[in-house]
């Protein structure tokens, strides 16, 4: 059977670009990929890239803060121009995109802008009417926010939002208690906003390391945001130009926004999956193999519709893989257990990799050695804000299990702590490291004695 195309793409985000420019390029398919909105997916366009341009904007502030702290005396963040930022961020974005577009093309890549479903198989259908088929079919359309089902939350924002603001909110809540919620919190605050975050838990991050859990909760209280624990809104109403809150417990706020970071879906309704056999999980999932290949052996899925680990840099591993295994002849599939990921945060970001002090424990004996600190330079310009280094380690075989930080700039110090755990590093062998001083990753090196061990405390 002859085919339009060896492989097509549904979805121009970070996966699937990487699976087409792989595929055509490197192993010499025919490539068609489709994308519904703009090419670089929400990474680049709603996600990743916008926030930490965010983030940055927001630390304005506290670096004039701490500068006046070192002796500059006039240091100031000045007035934040919230539709310059914004309108330079768009140039910033399309600039990525036609970078995305451009590899694409270069790599023989045929592009459409069209939204696309499965007709079977072997078949997509665009929303312009065309039809083409392919021998394999790659689904990489990624996930996209989820609301809460209470009235009136069509009020309310997402976190895509919040690039197109055409005015920064005086007043706005931040629902949600995950990394979403809590690095917009961190941004809204840095702005200048008066920023509340509310969550139906006692502290925010849940399934992170717990005692990481209470520094980040207790670090945007800190910084000013308003914490509202344990509370949950039932309903949003208009309120003049403003949005009226009535939470759980009948108590009421007015905000002049409402951002919902409530968690994320699988995009995957409305695809046309029932004219195929791919099969779904609970969340609406594609559920694929390590091979990333559904239960028809045509079609596969990479990224967070497939509901694995959903980062940008594990879709990129599985488009990656897929194409060597599928076009290339080099059978690669992606290793989940091991990830190392970044909470951005202010003035502390959260990085982490393997498993919790809690998780750890529950499998077995472990050691744990954790050191707390002011960090020199915010302490010499006043700040009162600790940092923390923990390693969690197998009291048998003394691999390191888990590293949690949380100090400034910890996704640059995350990543290279990877590489030593991908390679199975013992706690001896970080030992043996040399330390670089003064430095805040030499704590790392230099923690000679476990704080406590599974069970109890050192005594």
Not at 10 to 36: F, L, T
Not at 49 to 77: C, D, N
Not at 272 to 278: I, W
């Amino acid at each position: 059977m002859s085919f339009d195309y060896d492989l097509f793409v549904i979805g121009g985000g970070s996966g699937g670009v990487r699976a087409a420019r792989i595929a055509s390029s490197q192993h010499g398919a025919r490539v068609g990929i489709a994308e519904e909105s703009r090419m670089g997916g929400t990474c680049v366009i709603r996600g990743c890239v916008p926030k930490k341009l965010m983030i940055f904007a927001s630390t304005a502030p506290a670096a004039a803060a701490e500068a006046r702290g070192y002796g500059w005396a006039e240091a100031t963040a000045g007035r934040f121009d919230w539709p310059a930022f914004r309108d330079k961020l768009h140039d910033e974005l399309s600039r990525l995109e036609g970078l995305y577009e451009g590899g694409l093309t270069a790599a023989g890549v045929d592009i459409h802008h069209a939204r696309a479903t499965l007709v079977d198989h072997h078949t997509v259908e665009l929303s312009t009417g065309e039809r083409f088929t392919a021998k394999h079919i790659l689904i990489a359309v990624g996930g996209r926010p989820s609301l809460p089902g209470i009235p009136g939350e069509e009020l309310g924002m997402i976190s895509d939002d919040l690039f197109t603001m055409e005015t920064l909110p005086r007043r706005v809540l931040v629902v949600g208690g995950g990394f979403i919620a809590c690095e917009f919190a961190t941004i809204l605050n840095g702005l200048g906003s008066d920023t509340t975050l509310c969550y139906r838990g006692d502290r925010l991050l849940r399934g992170f390391d717990e005692e990481c859990r209470a520094l980040v909760t207790h670090q945007l209280e800190d910084i000013g945001v308003t914490m509202r624990l344990n509370a949950n809104p039932a309903r949003l109403d208009r309120d003049g130009d403003a949005i009226r809150v009535t939470y759980e417990d009948g108590s009421a706020e007015t905000h002049d926004a409402v951002m919902f970071a409530t968690g994320r879906h699988p995009y995957t309704a409305g695809l046309g999956l029932e004219n195929t056999g791919v099969k779904l999980g609970r969340k609406g999932e594609i559920v694929v193999d390590r091979w990333s290949q559904t239960a028809v052996p045509s079609i596969f899925a990479v990224g967070d519709v497939t509901d694995r680990v959903n980062l940008t840099p594990v879709a990129i591993r599985e488009g990656h893989s897929f194409a060597d295994t599928v076009f290339g002849a080099q059978p690669r599939c992606v290793d989940h257990d091991l990830v190392a990921s970044a909470v951005y945060a202010r003035p502390h970001e959260l990085g982490t990799i393997g498993l919790s002090e809690e998780a750890a424990a529950a499998q077995g004996p472990i050691e744990v050695y954790a050191a707390s600190f002011r960090p020199m330079r915010s302490l010499f310009a006043g700040s009162e804000a600790r940092a923390m280094m923990k390693l969690v380690v197998c009291a048998d075989t003394r691999r390191v299990l888990g590293c949690h930080l949380f100090v400034p700039e910890a996704g640059e110090m995350i990543q290279l702590v990877a590489v030593a755990m991908g390679m199975g590093a013992t706690k001896e062998q970080f030992d043996a490291a040399m330390a670089v001083h003064p430095t805040l990753a030499e704590e790392l090196v230099t923690m000679r004695a476990p704080v406590r061990r599974a069970g109890g405390a050192v005594v």
